[in-house]
């Protein structure tokens, strides 16, 4: 009795330490990083490239966006926000998703529209719906990002590859219910592209495009064989109406900017377009239902992170060091 007596003050701060370690291990967790997130800020200031961009936000209501009998107006509006004079030459006019609701390359007289709006020497980027070339016929369709150059010709060709379940495409077609069809406009499944890829066009910095819901996709934007100078992102988020969606979208599209050490162009019919720069910095942007352009600098590309060089192996790392203390408990 008077052994156990004698140990058990020595024994109560060791069991008091025993149970605090824990929260202090995950304080750590969310101290550290942010710490160390604090000092690359204050360390790495914004850069900037000689490559001057325009943002055209249309703010088209998702009631009127696929609206037959306003193909022509929201055309027109897209045009004549190009159209505004820039103080300084542009590289490239950027438009968002499904910009165009029609096949470009079947519309000659869209395309020499385009063209009278194109910078000098530059480019319209613009989200699309792309369907079989000519002269096949359409039978199927691509959610797409097209570059049309001076010309009018259709020079560069991104196809979504992640597509949205219900809203692009019905999985399991073929075993679900037929009266299962998507919640989006039209009838016709989607077709998926063919995942990462950096375009490469004269006079601009090449650049990794990726739409919409691909932004919640980490490690699976860019080809990292091909590294770009900037990732272009392009959506529609008028269907989340003024609601939290088009700020999360954005978040996380700003984080695919953090993890890649890459400066992050969003361009979107209604809120959040917008620049972030290489460390996550958000340098302009245009709120939501706002109708407007931006002219903006391209933000310089930092060296590649860890996690562009490791992907989630990092993440595999973390988890084994975080099983640690529990395998030092159960021993």
Request: glycine share 8%; hydrophobic share 50%.
């Amino acid at each position: 009795g008077l052994p156990a007596l004698l140990g058990a003050p020595s024994l109560a701060p060791m069991a008091r330490r025993a149970r605090a370690a824990p929260a202090i291990a995950a304080a750590l967790l969310i101290v550290v990083p942010a710490a160390v997130g604090e000092l690359r800020l204050a360390h790495a200031p914004t850069l900037f490239t000689a490559t001057r961009l325009r943002l055209v936000q249309p703010s088209i209501p998702q009631t009127l966006k696929w609206d037959p009998a306003r193909t022509a107006a929201n055309f027109r509006r897209l045009l004549a926000l190009s159209a505004a004079p820039a103080r300084h030459p542009l590289a490239a006019i950027l438009w968002p998703e499904a910009a165009v609701t029609f096949p470009l390359d079947r519309d000659a007289a869209a395309r020499q529209a385009i063209a009278a709006v194109v910078p000098k020497g530059g480019y319209v980027l613009t989200g699309a719906l792309r369907g079989n070339p000519p002269p096949t016929p359409l039978r199927k369709f691509w959610n797409s990002i097209e570059a049309i150059d001076g010309a009018g010709d259709i020079v560069a060709t991104y196809d979504k590859a992640h597509l949205v379940p219900f809203g692009e495409y019905v999985p399991l077609r073929g075993i679900l219910p037929l009266a299962l069809e998507k919640i989006t406009a039209g009838s016709v499944d989607l077709s998926a592209g063919h995942g990462p890829r950096t375009i490469a066009l004269a006079g601009l910095p090449p650049f990794a495009p990726f739409i919409c819901y691909e932004a919640i996709f980490p490690g699976a934007i860019v080809d990292e064989d091909h590294r770009p100078a900037w990732l272009f992102n392009v959506t529609n988020d008028a269907w989340y109406g003024r609601t939290s969606g088009p700020y999360q979208h954005f978040a996380i599209a700003r984080t695919r900017a953090i993890e890649e050490g890459l400066p992050l162009v969003r361009v979107a019919n209604n809120g959040i377009s917008g620049v972030v720069d290489a460390v996550g910095r958000i340098v302009t942007h245009i709120d939501l239902d706002n109708v407007g352009y931006a002219d903006v600098t391209l933000p310089a590309a930092d060296a590649p992170t860890l996690y562009a060089r490791d992907g989630d192996r990092l993440f595999l790392a973390l988890l084994l060091l975080g099983l640690l203390p529990a395998a030092l408990r159960l021993r």
